[in-house]
């Protein structure tokens, strides 16, 4: 009799916090939780899958770089992953000298690149974007980075939707639940929501990526408003980027016009940040 007692007690508890937590979580999220623990999804198998494709995605890069004109060890050195304005500069410098004869594979090489970084969340493309400066008109550019930008998010948010639902599940359904409720209340114009977040920095973007498909924010709306979102942002960057080109090339001192254009791309890459309180407030 009593372990009855006590296991009708325990059901009348579980039950509480169950319901406690459906109305607690959104009911897309909560939704989604129930079939996935249902059909027994595991965060491990998830990784595994995850694990797969980033194999796939580097032995594709791998082969983009293998078709790549023959370098000296010293311009081989040049050809990585920029971390600082001084790779960027460097390996600018060697894929300027070889864009005019290989033009393709440097462009396809630079796309593949920057979409590699942007799906997978790997720091780096904001060097790239600055890159893009050096190396082409601003029109392409511009171009080239919002493309990259639309596609390698929109693959990111894509392998979220196959294997990242058990993460944002477990570690970020507080986060997730509040950025849903916003969602929301912005359902009719999206698109614009998606905007203002990509050129402010109240949401980094990994989260946007991946918690969008979590709380039903449709593909489409994502591409658009990230295709557009990112190009004031790009804009700066491929100035700075451009700036960047025209002092090296010219081979001189750094003037005080080239120093007054970099301080001005500078402040007004700083500016959303500076009015973030402000923006928050009229965006709620």
């Known amino acids: 009799m009593c372990c009855q007692t006590i296991i009708v007690c325990c059901s009348v508890v579980l039950n509480e916090q169950t319901a406690k937590k459906q109305k607690e979580l959104p009911l897309c999220i909560y939704q989604d939780l129930t079939i996935q623990h249902s059909a027994g999804g595991s965060a491990r198998m998830s990784l595994l899958i995850l694990v797969s494709i980033f194999a796939c995605a580097a032995s594709v890069m791998y082969l983009v770089y293998r078709n790549f004109p023959e370098l000296s060890d010293d311009e081989m050195e040049k050809i990585k992953i920029p971390k600082d304005m001084d790779d960027a500069k460097a390996l600018g410098t060697v894929l300027s000298k070889y864009k005019d004869t290989y033009y393709t594979q440097v462009l396809v090489a630079y796309f593949a690149t920057y979409v590699f970084l942007q799906t997978f969340a790997i720091p780096g493309s904001i060097f790239l974007s600055i890159l893009s400066g050096y190396l082409y ?61 990509r050129i402010t920095p109240f949401l980094p973007n ?72 402000k923006l928050q407030q009229k965006l709620e």
């Open 206 to 277: 990994w989260f946007i990526n991946i918690t969008s498909p979590v709380i039903n924010v449709p593909l489409g709306v994502f591409f658009i408003g990230t295709f557009l979102g990112v190009a004031p942002p790009s804009f700066v960057a491929i100035n700075a980027g451009t700036t960047l080109y025209k002092l090296t090339t010219a081979g001189e001192a750094v003037s005080w016009n080239s120093l007054a254009v970099l301080g001005v791309l500078a402040v007004l890459s700083i500016l959303p940040v500076c009015f973030q309180k």
């Open 137 to 197: 008109p601003f029109p392409l550019a511009l171009f080239l980075v919002c493309l990259c930008s639309g596609l390698g998010a929109s693959f990111c948010y894509m392998l979220s939707y196959l294997v990242g639902r058990p993460v944002v599940y477990r570690y970020l359904t507080e986060r997730a639940q509040k950025w849903s409720q916003q969602v929301d209340k912005h359902r009719n114009h999206l698109i614009n929501y998606i905007i203002f977040l």
